[in-house]
């Protein structure tokens, strides 16, 4: 039961944050550099890799402005990132169909992290913190339906590459 | 590049999301034992398991249709289930805001999943299969429809709960 000031918890979750986009960028960059067969994917995740890294600095900035520090990947946290890792990494027959999937799970963890980031910077008077979050949440959503659209073409695509003789579905 | 026909990989995509449903049932009941503070939450996510349990005999039934049996938990799938499920029952002192984007981004995950099962079991002619798996999307989309509206509230409940003294936040 300890207490904690709005103020406190909102540097926590913007240290979070931070290693959310951390590690996001990590398996977007290995996830974007294994795709072949699907460019419009590949693009767009490439493209959600430049924002990501812009994102960590805003929240640096933030977070250095509330008088904390960048931290080390928390270890709850990390584990986490590190297992939708290793899912968007492995050696999966249906690599890109599962990648998509723990995409869309991942944006959607951001998006929840965002808004409650939003609820917790209002509770501690910090408009500023709370307009860039919104402006990284609007990011978040913008990529979690670009994958929702897009979701139907690449499935189509793989299924019909894996049942076709001589052509690689899987990435 | 290994070909594969379409009716082998719904049969594939079938087990996984059994395996997925039956981590969900696992994760979702020790979420629920645990919060104290919250019940409308609580109340939901009690609801959720019977459908998510309800589900997996629906899997299943597709699954021996399809001439397959229920599998033992993958491991690609199993480790992200398996830290899925320590990030909702760790010991962070923001225990509910980290289950509720951890169940959020899971629900995503599963919508994926049944998006992509409808494609596969349409493509290999079997409607039966299709039908299910859309009966089941509905209920996942309902459950993460539910976790983003009622979002706000939870937060700023655990966030005034975090900053008096004397209360438990956390679940």
């Known amino acids: 039961m300890t207490t904690r000031s709005n103020a406190e918890r909102l540097l926590m979750w913007l240290q979070d944050a931070y290693a959310m986009e951390q590690e996001a960028a990590t398996m ?3 996830m974007a550099g294994r795709i072949e067969h699907y460019p419009e994917l590949k693009s767009r995740i490439e493209q959600h890799v430049t924002e990501t890294k812009q994102q960590s600095e805003r929240l640096r900035a933030c977070i250095e402005q509330l008088g904390g520090s960048t931290p080390a990947v928390r270890t709850a946290m990390a584990d986490l990132m590190a297992a939708f890792h290793a899912a968007g990494n492995s050696l999966m027959s249906d690599e890109v169909a599962k990648g998509l999937g723990v995409s869309y799970a991942f ?5 929840a992290s965002y808004r409650s980031l939003i609820l917790a910077a209002r509770e501690a008077g910090r408009v500023d913190v709370a307009e860039v979050c919104e402006a990284i949440l609007l990011e978040e959503v913008a990529m979690a339906d670009w994958l929702a659209e897009h979701q139907d073409a690449v499935i ?3 299924l019909q590459r894996e049942a076709t003789e001589g052509v690689t579905a899987k990435h």
């Open 156 to 158: 189509v695509r793989f």
């Open 28 to 30: 977007l960059t290995a």
């Open 107 to 111: 944006e959607h963890m951001e998006i």
